[in-house]
Nanobody, 124 residues
Framework: QVQLVESGGGLVQAGGSLRLSCAAS????????MGWFRQAPGKERDVTAI???????YYTDSVKGRFAISRDNAKNTVYLQMNSLKPEDTAVYYC??????????????????WGQGTQVTVSS
């Protein structure tokens, strides 16, 4: 398994921006799909964005056009740039990894390595 450490959360006003970072251990980072998930108070944890090892990306509908996931394989780091933040984006954001050596898609249940989470609070 890969070890993940998130950073970059905080308090921001609606309309503002934040960039989350997730640093991973290991030497095979490029062969992992990396995802950002979030859990709002009283709700289940849901997928926000995924960077597949083959280069494709996925975004949940509510963040399309506002969030951007990117990765730097040389630095073993995945980022989530969050713009035009809304109060409903308030959640604990988790970074997760899934082993995908062929670059293909896997079920969300395959994301087996998780970070500790970072709080994002958007005030109105």
């Amino acid at each position: 398994q890969v070890q993940l450490v998130e950073s970059g959360g905080g308090l921001v006003q609606a309309g503002g921006s934040l960039r989350l970072s997730c640093a991973a251990s290991g030497r095979t980072f490029s062969r992992y799909a990396m995802g950002w998930f979030r859990q709002a108070p009283g709700k289940e944890r849901d997928v926000t964005a995924i960077s597949w090892s083959g280069g494709r990306t996925y975004y949940t509908d509510s963040v399309k056009g506002r969030f951007a996931i990117s990765r730097d394989n040389a630095k073993n780091t995945v980022y989530l740039q969050m713009n035009s933040l809304k109060p409903e984006d308030t959640a604990v954001y988790y970074c997760a990894a899934a082993w995908t050596p062929d670059g293909g898609s896997v079920p969300l249940s395959a994301f087996g390595s998780w970070g500790q989470g970072t709080q994002v609070t958007v005030s109105s």
